[in-house]
């Protein structure tokens, strides 16, 4: 029995489709099961896929495939290492000016986001 497959339900006696459903612990997911679309009764526990342990091999794949694409050997781990003076957003600036309704910059006196960055980037004195 799998999701969208049609049935007599055992339950209500009537042509139905199976459906997923949760049984929830307040917010949390405690179970997956297969339920009747009509009458919303329990017909099975969700079968749970099986999965392929992670292995290296299976891992690095995608970069490989992508350093293939590229014709040069791509590094395998990739970290971005981004300075302080890279950073040039007008949420660190000393002329961002933070309302909960409106975001202005103070120097060109003019409505900004947060995340926009400038040339005339001036850091925050914490």
Do not use: Y
Request: proline letters at 6%; aromatic letters at 8%; hydrophobic letters at 35%.
């Amino acid at each position: 029995m799998k999701a969208g497959e049609k049935i007599i339900c055992p339950l209500c006696k009537q042509e139905t489709f199976v459906k997923e459903g949760a049984i929830l612990d307040g917010w949390t997911v405690t179970a997956k099961i297969l339920k009747c679309a009509l009458c919303d009764g329990k017909l099975a526990d969700f079968p749970e896929p099986a999965t392929e342990p992670a292995t290296d091999k299976n891992k690095n794949t995608g970069l490989s495939a992508f350093a293939n694409f590229l014709g040069e050997d791509a590094p395998v781990s990739v970290k971005h290492n981004i300075s302080q003076d890279v950073r040039r957003f007008c949420k660190d600036c000393a002329h961002f000016i933070e309302h909960p309704f409106h975001t202005r910059c103070g120097l060109w006196d003019k409505t900004t986001d947060p995340m926009d960055d400038c040339e005339k980037f001036t850091p925050r004195k914490s």
